[in-house]
């Protein structure tokens, strides 16, 4: 870290966000990338994109799609949403896809909707079937 800030002292931004990158140290090289370099300069998103492929490796779903927004993939990160399946993360993998136009996406993104609430649907039954025989002996 410390070469990172000698690096930057010395105006050689670009190579300490490498360092702090090669160091895992994401936040560090985002906060760095955003206040020192342009606002389109591929490294900040090169460096989101590299940051959500170790946070959806680690299961951080949630962290990883807010990643692949600022990297502008929005796609990816409806995808990585999907993998949560549970309603919240449904509904916010629809409102991305519906306001990112990817009619693709919507209709992927309805289909595992419905899936779900016919599982959970299916399991709330189930679970009244068993309290009902619990309740008869």
Do not use: N
Not at 7 to 13: F, I, K, P, T
Not at 84 to 94: E, F, G, I, Q, Y
């Amino acid at each position: 870290m410390a070469a990172a800030t000698y690096l930057s002292l010395l105006g050689d931004v670009e190579d300490a966000v490498q360092l702090l990158k090669k160091e895992e140290f994401y936040r560090e090289a985002i906060a760095l990338a955003k206040v020192r370099l342009p606002p389109d300069h591929s490294l900040l998103s090169e460096l989101y994109l590299t940051w959500a492929v170790k946070q959806e490796a680690d299961m951080q779903l949630d962290s990883a799609a807010k990643c692949y927004l600022a990297a502008k993939q929005p796609t990816k990160a409806v995808m990585v949403l999907l993998r949560r399946k549970d309603s919240a993360s449904l509904s916010v993998a629809l409102q991305v896809a519906q306001i990112t136009q990817q009619q693709d996406q919507l209709v992927q993104v309805v289909e595992e909707a419905v899936r779900e609430a016919v599982e959970r649907e299916t399991t709330d039954r189930l679970e009244e079937g068993v309290a009902d025989i619990a309740i008869e002996e």
